[in-house]
């Protein structure tokens, strides 16, 4: 037993020899190639076709992720990936003509992607399989070793991704890295050529029975393993250790997502596309999913009476009882959501919902109206099956609401006016958009994904993965032609008003 956890055990010194490994393939100019990449691209979709029951089977361990979510969310989603870098890989790998000036005439210009060596992708839980190979495809489609490190919250996904990506790709290239806060540091203290993370533990003040009982304080609790004494979040983490050697990074991060809720729309259309963004989607662990509601006082009947009759309409009478709707990750989750809703000052806005059971990790869908601006649930990024709605007296009255908290990585408006809607895009400032609907966004490759302030940097998807993963190397050829000698010294006066 001993022998096995101590083999399991992945420390810095193992980390520094993966890396050194990883770099020797990639310095051997083996991941620069077409075929190289264009062939690891196709083991994984061939992987993603021939295994999608496993996948589903870890899916459902993890998060009793329904079926058909799980096809539609991470398999279909990944298979699109890999057919749109296999269709696009060679243009996007073309050097780019660019203009060149008076100055270097006569001569040309161009923009090369060149790949910027062994990458290291730290995936999140709530899409694991998605999530983990989204961004590992942009970076062998930009020619980089990469090293996946999977989230231990879905551990069925992580230790079926490492086994599958040991057996589908090439070894000497591509690894996964299996583990939790050691693990991720020990990789972190490496030398890496860009890191890019999923994640982020919203500052969750989030008070511990144990503490409460003995200490009577609230403490804030990143992940489930660290607990952090002052402003730290996973991000940061990241970005100190990032900073050590320059590395760059991407952080793909969280926030409250709101949706503003106008009075003259498609109430049913309206309620059921709030629903696909909220409890459809993985019972609201999404990155994207509907944080809270906006709408006015006069309104908010209606809505929740539409929302409350469509989420019926879905999940049945019990929703609690549905196989259409994903369970809380784990216990630490699920007392997270319960601390949220039994806050004093909430427990009594509940409008729909709110039964919850610790056996089975399930939360009901839950509505609750008008919580206090200072309640835990206003101020943490919710990540479940929470709904709060906040009233105002004018809808133009939102803005001010949505600019009081940090930037968001999405933000929706439903209204017909349109008036509101460029008011929206104009003036709400979040990692991305959606007018009258939620989510879907995510699904458009032509559009950039990523977070704006506290909500993330960079992006990815489609060809911003492939440039998330590139050095843009601007490179100016010159012929022994045209050699003017007005550069050179020594200078005159007339040499200088040229
Ligand atoms: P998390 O930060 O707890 O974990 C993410 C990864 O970081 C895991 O692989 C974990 O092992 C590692 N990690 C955790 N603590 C660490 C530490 N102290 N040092 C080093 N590594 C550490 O995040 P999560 O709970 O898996 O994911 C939920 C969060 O992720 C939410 O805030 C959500 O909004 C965000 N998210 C963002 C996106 C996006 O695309 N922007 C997608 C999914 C989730």
Partial sequence: MMAREEKQRFDV?????????????????????????????????????EKEKEIIEALYKDLSKPETESFVSEISMLKGSCKLALEELKSWMKPEKAKTSLTTYPSSAEIVSEPLGVVLVISAWNYPFLLSLDPVIGAIAAGNAVV?????????????LAELIAGYLDKSTIRVVEGAVAET???????????????????????????????????????????????????????????????????????KCPALVDSNINLQVAARRIIAGKWVCNNGQACISVDYIITTKQFAPKLIDALRKEVEEFFGKDP??????????????????????????????????????????????????????????????????????????????????????PKPLAAYVFTDDEQLKKDFVQNVSAGGMLVNDTILHLTVSSLPFGGVGESGMGAYHGKFSFDAFSHKKGVLYRSFDGDATTRYPPYTPQKHRL
């Fill in 13 to 49: 010194e193992e980390a520094d020899l993966l890396v050194k490994e990883l770099q020797k393939s990639f310095n051997s100019g083996k991941t620069k190639s077409y075929e190289w990449r264009k062939s690891q691209i196709e083991s994984i979709s061939k992987m993603v076709e």
């Fill in 148 to 160: 996946l490190k999977p989230s231990e919250i879905a551990p069925a996904t992580s230790s079926l």
């Fill in 185 to 255: 540091s020990a990789l972190l203290e490496q030398k890496w050529d860009k890191i890019f993370y999923t994640g982020f533990c919203n500052f969750i003040y989030y008070t511990y029975d144990l503490v409460k009982t003995f200490f009577n304080i609230k403490i804030p609790i990143c992940s489930c393993h660290l607990i952090c004494s002052g402003g730290e979040r996973v991000g940061r983490i990241i970005m100190s250790a990032a900073a050590k050697y320059l590395t760059p990074v991407i952080l793909e991060l969280g926030g």
């Fill in 320 to 405: 609690m009882g549905s196989k259409d709707i994903s369970r809380i990750v784990n216990s630490f989750h699920f007392n997270r959501l319960a601390s949220l809703l039994d806050e004093d000052k909430v427990s009594d806005k509940i409008v729909y919902g709110g039964q919850k059971d610790e056996n089975q990790l399930k939360i009901a869908p839950t509505i609750l109206l008008d919580v206090p601006e200072d309640s835990l649930i206003m101020k943490e990024e919710i990540f479940g099956p929470l709904l709060p709605i906040v009233t105002v007296e004018n809808i133009e009255d939102s803005f001010d609401v949505i600019k009081s908290k």
